[in-house]
């Protein structure tokens, strides 16, 4: 089973590392190449606001299921800091386990989403891109963190000690402070 988990992880994180390094720097070179355009040749790309809106959805989505991966999602702590060992460890099994299914509910909610924008032939207005294709992003993005929380809720009921993901125990993910 582990190996498994193993295999689904490790794929996973190579697409989600790829889509998330390739869009920001579509995004970088295609703000870049607006802004040279517009203030050294007076001329706007007239694509180029609505390929970043694209593209920040993409990130936002496949981000989030790579935060999930390494632990770094918003998490509510309050009360589950202040419980005991296993405590802690029924709390972080039901939250794996109902968030899990919660995110694939949704990632099967914006499936039909998807699938009413393609019926209605909704194009993009610079671009008139088939609006879909990119939305598509979307369901993959919460499939994808659905499989990270399952896994995690596996690693739980399988191993000693509190899994925030495959390989991220709780206590080991950092915090960031802002």
Not at 2 to 17: A, D, F, G, Q, W
């Amino acid at each position: 089973m582990k190996r498994i988990l193993l295999t689904t992880s490790k794929v996973t994180e190579v697409i989600e590392k790829y889509v998330i390094i390739f869009s920001i720097l579509l995004m970088m070179v295609n703000s870049t190449a607006n802004a040279i355009g517009r203030y050294a040749f007076g001329k706007s790309l007239f694509f180029s606001e609505e390929l970043n809106q694209f593209l920040i959805v993409g990130i936002t989505f496949v981000g989030f299921a790579y935060a999930v991966r390494r632990g770094r999602n918003i998490r509510m702590t309050a009360v589950y800091d202040a419980l005991g060992d296993r405590s802690k460890k029924v709390l972080m099994t039901f939250i794996s386990l109902s968030t899990g299914l919660l995110l694939a509910y949704l990632a099967y909610k914006s499936v039909f989403y998807v699938l009413e924008i393609k019926d209605v032939n909704r194009l993009s207005p610079a671009l008139q891109f088939p609006v879909y294709i990119i939305y598509s992003i979307i369901p993959l993005g919460l499939a994808m963190a659905s499989l990270q929380f399952l896994i995690a809720f596996f690693m739980n009921i399988t191993h000693e000690g509190n899994y925030l993901s495959y390989d991220v125990m709780d206590g080991e993910a950092k915090d960031v402070s802002v």
